[in-house]
């Protein structure tokens, strides 16, 4: 996609401003600070799935204007490939012209930016003067150009230590975009008031040197999406206005619904606009949504009184078909009105009516004359969050109900069973095709766990945060170095938080592999693992010709050969087992035909003397 005003020239392709406009008209129509859409890896601006046509739909439903809306393809046209080549330092240079020349083509001081996942990394590195030699030039940084920066499921901690290139968590480009004039810094510019900042975490709430509260920070964090997966909550930003947890999804599937879920937009665009270039346009109108007699007569107001509204008034019916809502008009009209001018609607039916003035929200309204407009009520409080799965219902005082997630595909019937955060609409359609405003409510489910943690299975255990029947079922059923993430809820740790009393319990058989690699060699031990008063001397003997037992006291693998925590014994070891806590022996037995097994063997004392 290509879709830029004739005369600006941005260096990228993408989309943005208005096509009928000029540069000159730009400049003199805005009144909202100008938003960047910046995607992220795999896609590009348009992109079906990863772009930002969704975000840009959420911005012009709030009043913004074409003009005002801009996002570029900074990793090809029509890109569809990930790239982990450093595509920071190796694209930062056509991000800092496209986005420099937005700011001079609309004769701006500030820019928005709204990021998601790499694109979140492209504008730390823009905001910082990140160069395409991969050093940080502070003399180029563009922090004054920023108004707000959100930032959605970034990686800003990285991907993990065990991703690559800049993705890796500690390598010198992560290490580096944390740094700005002497000093380690999420949100230089950022918010200089501990009291004005939100964050899930008390640590996340930070005031350096730096902060002079210019720039305007939010970041959210998909709890469990392909990013937060592979690095817990690397997509906060310390020291935000806001840093906010969501429950959209697992996975990739988490990390899509980030863009395109309303409850998120709502969240942060009270953040938007913080910096507008000139004051803004204001109508009102003596009418509310509503049913009233034949002739209806709707008067506006509008400030400054100088500028000019533009109305576009339909009668409309709608109908449910295959999921979709069909809207027909049977009549439209439009006109210009001046402070204090009336527009009457001439026919009896249901009226959509949008009025707009340069520089002003849309304001829209339903009007019903001489006919009644069926109502809905929401019947399902979101003041609190929900756990588990919620049934949203509604009421209607006639015609058929129906919802929706997304406003685009519908389902019949008063209730609506969600599973995440989501946004609920309910319509009512009655027999004639005259239908409700569409009425909407946000909800937030809660992030059920307080606190987590990633290691192996044994790690886990000998940490305290399994028990021996848990680990010893839970060894044999997806092996001891298993790498899992645990959840603490309600003061337990859980493998799965939505569901924590699903996980296998002590009764888990062993798996067929591991059964069927136990004919040779075998590792007895003559305390059977479980829960002790007190210290206990352990044997373990191992049977079969040839037989080496390698193992580890730690929790690492007792089959890696460069494990400097491997040890081994020949036939048999006696373990001294100290210590009030839990303690675990991970054994790799091989024989001198080739037979091996995995063996563990854990015991948990209570008192120590």
């Keep these: 996609m290509n879709t830029f005003p004739a005369d600006f020239s941005g260096g990228l392709t993408g989309f943005g401003g208005d096509q009928s406009k000029t540069m000159a008209e730009h400049r003199s129509s805005l009144q909202r600070t100008p938003v960047i859409l910046v995607h992220g890896n795999g896609g ?85 003067g990140l160069q395409s030699s991969g050093s940080w030039d502070a003399t180029s940084n563009r922090l004054d150009t920023a108004g707000t920066f959100v930032s959605l499921a970034g990686a800003t901690y990285g991907l993990g230590m065990f991703s690559v290139g800049e993705f890796k968590t500690g390598s010198p480009f992560e290490i580096s ?17 501990r009291a004005e900042q939100e964050a899930p975490v008390a640590g996340w709430v930070k005031v350096t040197p730096l902060d002079d509260g210019e720039i305007w920070y939010v970041a959210i964090i998909a709890d469990d999406d392909f990013v937060d997966v592979q690095h817990q909550e690397t997509g906060r930003r310390e020291g935000a206005h806001l840093n906010k947890r969501f429950n959209l999804g697992f996975s990739l ?30 109508i009102t109108v003596d009418k509310d949504s509503g049913n009233y007699p034949r002739g209806l007569t709707v008067t506006v107001t509008v400030t400054p009184a100088t500028a000019t509204v533009n109305f576009v008034a339909e009668r409309v019916t709608k109908q449910f078909v295959a999921g979709f809502i069909e809207r027909t008009v049977a009549d439209s009209q439009t006109g210009t009105l001046s402070d204090g001018g009336s527009l009457t609607l001439p026919a009896d039916g249901a009226w959509d009516v949008l009025f707009e003035a340069s520089g002003a929200g849309d304001l829209r309204r339903t009007y019903g004359t001489n006919i009644h407009i069926p109502e809905v009520q929401l019947l399902t409080d979101n003041a609190v969050p929900f756990w588990g799965s919620l049934e949203v ?64 299975l044994t790690a886990h255990f000998i940490a305290g945060r399994l028990s021996v029947n848990d680990y010893i079922a839970w060894g044999l059923e997806l092996g001891f170095n298993a790498v899992l ?37 075998i590792l007895a031990s003559d305390k059977a693992s479980g829960d002790y008063p007190g210290p206990i001397d352990v044997t373990l003997r191992a049977a079969g ?48 035909g080739g037979n091996w097994t995995f063996e563990s063997f854990a015991w948990s004392i209570n008192n120590q003397p």
């Design 177 to 193: 975009s944390h740094h700005f004039d002497g000093h380690d810094d999420d949100t230089p510019r950022g918010s200089n008031n």
């Design 253 to 282: 599937d988490g990390h899509e619904k980030i863009i395109k879920s309303s409850t998120v937009f709502n969240a942060f665009k009270s953040f938007l606009n913080k910096f507008p270039p000139l004051a803004q346009t204001r």
């Design 44 to 128: 590009h601006s348009a992109h079906a799935k990863w772009g930002m046509g969704t975000m840009k739909d959420f911005l012009l439903a709030v009043g913004y204007q074409l003009s005002e809306i801009w996002a570029m393809d900074y990793l090809g046209e029509n890109n569809n490939s990930a790239d982990l080549n450093d595509p920071h330092r190796n694209h930062i240079e056509s991000f800092r012209r496209f986005v420099d020349e937005v700011k001079d083509y609309l004769g701006v001081e500030k820019l928005d930016f709204i990021a998601h996942s790499l694109g979140c990394g492209m504008v730390n590195a823009y905001l910082r």
């Design 545 to 592: 010709e040839g037989v080496t037992v390698y193992y580890t006291e730690d929790g690492s693998d007792p089959s890696d050969s460069k494990n400097p925590s491997r040890l081994t014994f020949m036939t048999q070891k006696t373990f001294a087992i100290r210590g009030k806590g839990h303690h675990a022996v991970l054994c790799h037995v091989q024989d001198g």
């Design 393 to 456: 219902g509604a009421s209607c005082t006639s015609g058929t109900l129906y919802h929706s997630t997304d406003r685009e595909h519908w389902t019949a019937g008063a209730v609506a069973i969600i599973d995440r955060t989501a946004t609920v609409s309910f319509i009512a359609i009655d027999s004639d095709g005259i239908a409700s405003p569409v009425a909407s409510r946000a909800y937030e489910k809660a992030v059920a766990w307080t606190d987590r943690e990633t290691g192996t």
């Design 485 to 521: 993430t645990l959840y603490l809820v309600d003061g337990t740790w859980v493998l799965n938080p939505e569901a924590p009393r699903a996980v296998a319990g002590a009764a888990a058989l062993r798996c067929p592999a591991l059964a069927a690699s136990l004919r040779a060699p």
